[in-house]
């Protein structure tokens, strides 16, 4: 309320001026200094308006957005259509309490049933000298204000571009403070049912609250109060500290007189600091001395150090020619393989050609061993014929002599037959045999498909019975390594809890091990191998207790896990020395995430993973190590994808791997390790039907293979007795007698045949001899080559042996060579740790010398001493055990002393603050007091405001009245008159004389008053202490509920006339307006409320 206002009022306006004087009064203020008054307040004002209201699932509504005018606005709406959720929202979007709306006892009744949260959008104007922050928000500050349907609830306080610039209440509260809105006033905001219920009041008690709640008075007098009531027990705590100040000021005398006693202490105190500094200078010698020994320490160390890197200089230049020599002799074997494999085929060669020439020879000798048989046979068939042509010629020589050529004949065809059955019989016996070496070759393979047939069917019942256990124990992860790990572990921790390890084993490995590249998770398996479900214990009789856990756990036929002995470490061995060097492939090591130290150092021990390489794929891997120079440094091998193993140059040499295969342990959880075994079971079982179906064929085959040789066999036998047959028809006809020729002169021509043929046969066998000796010689001469070339292949072979005997001699003295390197180069390691040990307790000696020194510094000067810091520090405790036994009894003087102090400087520091606060208290006594009555002159004077504007409004309907405020009693009382004859000014005096004598009169009150005159007198009453109260928003909800038209539209005109054009006002009425009569006013219409059919 301005100030001027008041001053105005106080010297010249009363509650006896007339209305036509207040009339006037009212018409002149557009010429004095109030006007400007108002117009700067208005102006302010300007600032602080609502620009737009925006509610989501807000009460009644699912989206309703209202865009105010800055001046007058009226929302008009039948009753349950959801006008008073406008003001509602006003209210609780800007910080308000939900009791204050009368619309609920809290903020989640406020969201719309069924949905989860209501949203609240309100847009303040921020414009002009008076806008807030305008450098932060802009032209417009955005509240908005989000209530959960559990019952929470958020704020954002957000510029006009819709940056968030608080979540905080306290900014708000600031905000509303800067622009003077106070949504909880009635004044401001004046709900409906406050309206009704203040609109329909005739009870003067409620109307003096309205009034003291409207105007802030009782804000004040709540303050006042609540400050009273501080100040009275402020005072109380003073009074009670007053009364304790005899007892401290008794308590500073006894200190005191401790104090003065203490002081005959000062000289044995004096012998003891001396003695402190005795101690104190005798704990840095004995530092020193400690530093000393640890620099010897260190000294000899290094020593030893340097005699471990000659062994190691001296193990590399020979492990490097040692090397240099295996690579000598692998070229030479190599050479000696190229010799061997060209020498090989020569001999082969020289092989074939010496048995194709004895073949030849044999053949050869054959027929020449025919043709001297044949000659023999001629010459023996001559001198019979010369022997019967002596006997007689008869007839029965002709007989005789068709007898001998049929007979001759008959052997003759009998041997033709014969050699035709024995080409048959080789032909056959090459069949038989062929036969034979297939049926052989067969057996093989079945015997073969039957050993792999058991050991697939092996596998599948092996991998049935692990499925089985993995399901029987499906909830431990250990079972993946074993359906036996989970007993094995159980009795570990029956063991170790017993105490019979000194340290618990670790195992199995495996379960310590995760991959950071999955990738290579089937790689790792295949070099860690049999140790991925093996432990580790710390000492010999851990791995005895271990090996007995083991014999008693039954592994169904699976193999023992391996037990690898190696005292445990606290750190993880440091491998960033030997670690292969590589910026484009990874180590083993890199790709493993042990999460063990004994798994770790057993890694590094057992598999050397921080020097293996691994490469994707065996082209990268050919190309990167089959050259020592583009070799990475400290790699000792690589594997693939494929499992693929490379050893780098000088030995470089490659293995084929198995492919690749899904990981089978490291990370894989029980139910893939079923889901794996499961597919290796139907992949098992597949091939096993495969197999099967293969061994049926090699079945067939072989039985076909049976027939065959079973025919072959009997047809030989049949061939052969065939031939027998044969030898025993010629045999008989060669043993017959033949009878004499009886014609000479046939048997002389018989004679000449022969003769003839005996020539024929003579030139025949003498030239089969010639060639029997030309394949003779060429058979010696084949013989002799291979031979000599047999010779050099054995030479060759034996040297090749020789060779590999040396070169893995060599291998075997470059890999001791190499471990002899590797372990002192460990040692080095070891002792480089050790040597940072050393320095580490050097260091912690000189630093322990250096703290014992700079603590004696507050001793100094240095005291030279013999005696040990033992035995001083015996001599200390004693003496100062003996003053600690006098200070038990008459108290440590320093303390003493200093509590003495301290007393004395607490009990001026309690007087002064007594003092200080008792003033204090005096001074806010007196201004208190002065506020009350500040606070009285304050409540006359805006009494006086109300009831001249009150009076201003009243003459609107041609009426005349005041207000009576009876401050002691708190009433406030409504006195009305009617006027419009020309007897007004003598009822006027009339009234007020009445007033004074508190006499009725023709005055009406409140209670006597029709319905829509009381409303129009409180809407009066309403519009006045609008004029004492500023702010930049008036909103009244249904404030004409209980008005005739007369009275309502009257009270429109007064309201729209007297309305402030820098002020915004919103009004919530169910009646209609006319456009029309009013046309700067911005009506909002409301859609009407739907209706239920049984309503």
Known sequence: MSVRKLEALHNGDSEDTPVSSQKRRRTSYADSSYLTEMKMTQEGASCGILERVIVKNFMCHDHLEFTFSPHINFVQGRNGSGKSAILTAVVVGLGGNVRATNRGSSMKELVKYGKHTATIDIHIKNMGKDAYKHEIYGDCIIVERKIMSSGGGSYRVKAKDGTVVSTKKDEIIRMLDHFNLQVENPVTVLNQDMSRSFLNSTDPRDLYKFFLEATQLQQMRDNYTQLQEALRSSSATIDGRKEDLPFLEKEVEEHRSRYEFSKSLTDKRNKLRELRRELMWSVVHEAEKEEEAAAQNLEEYETSCNKLQDKITFYETKFEEERQKHKALQEELTSTTEQLTNQTEDTLAANEQMVKAKAKLKDQQMQATTAEKKVKSIQKEISELKEAIEKDNSLAQNNWAAQRAARLEKIENLNKEMLEVHQTVKTENTHHSNILNTMEHKKAEQMQFFLEEKAIRAKCSRLENELRELRGQQSNVFTIYGPWVPEVLKQIDIAHNKGMFSAK?????????KLRDQQWGHVAEAIISNRINSFCVNNQKDCHVLKQILNRVNFNGAPKPIITVSRFRER??????????SDRYPSLWSVLNVSDTVVANTLIDQMQVESTLLIPTAQEAGQLLKDQRTAPKNCKVAYTLNRDTYYPDPNYRIY???????????????????????????????????????????????????????MSDRKLQKDKAKIAQLRGQIRVLQDQEEPAPPDVSQLEEDIRQQEILLESAKAHAEEVRTLVNQSKEKYQEAASKYERLRQEHSKLLQEADNKKKEIYRCEQQTNKSNHVLQGYKKKKGDSETRKKELEAELKAAREGREKESERAKNFEP??????????????????????????????????????????????????????????????????????????????????IMIKSYFRNRLSFRNLHGTLHFNFEEEILTMSVVKLGSENDDSTIKQSQQNSKKKKKGSQQTLAMMSGGERSFCTVSFILALWEVMDSPIRILDEFDVFMDIIARKQSMDMMIEVADAKTQYIYLTPLELNKAEHPNVYIYRMPDPERREDD
Do not use: M, W
């Open 505 to 513: 084993p670790v195992g199995p490995l495996g379960a310590f091990i």
């Open 656 to 710: 084929s791997g198995r492919g690749q295969q899904p990981a089978r342990y490291l990370q894989v959880s029980v139910e893939q390790k079923i889901s794996d075994l499961q597919a290796e079971i139907k992949s098992t079982q597949e091939e096993l039907k495969k197999h099967l179906c293969k061994a049926e064929e090699y079945q067939a085959e072989v039985k076909e293979l049976k027939n065959e040789i079973h």
């Open 862 to 943: 240095r005291f030279e001493t013999t005696r040990s810091a033992k035995d001083v520090n015996s001599q200390y405790k004693a003496l100062e055990a003996r003053l600690n036994r006098e200070e038990a009894e008459r108290g440590d003087p320093v303390e003493i002393r200093q509590k003495y102090k301290e007393v004395q400087q607490r009990y001026s520091d309690i007087i002064q603050i007594i003092e200080k606060h008792s003033n204090l208290l005096k001074l806010i006594q007196d201004s208190l007091d002065k506020r009350h009555q500040e606070y009285g002159l304050f409540r006359r004077f805006t009494s």
């Open 572 to 581: 993880i061995h440091d491998v960033s020395q030997f670690e292969v060097q």
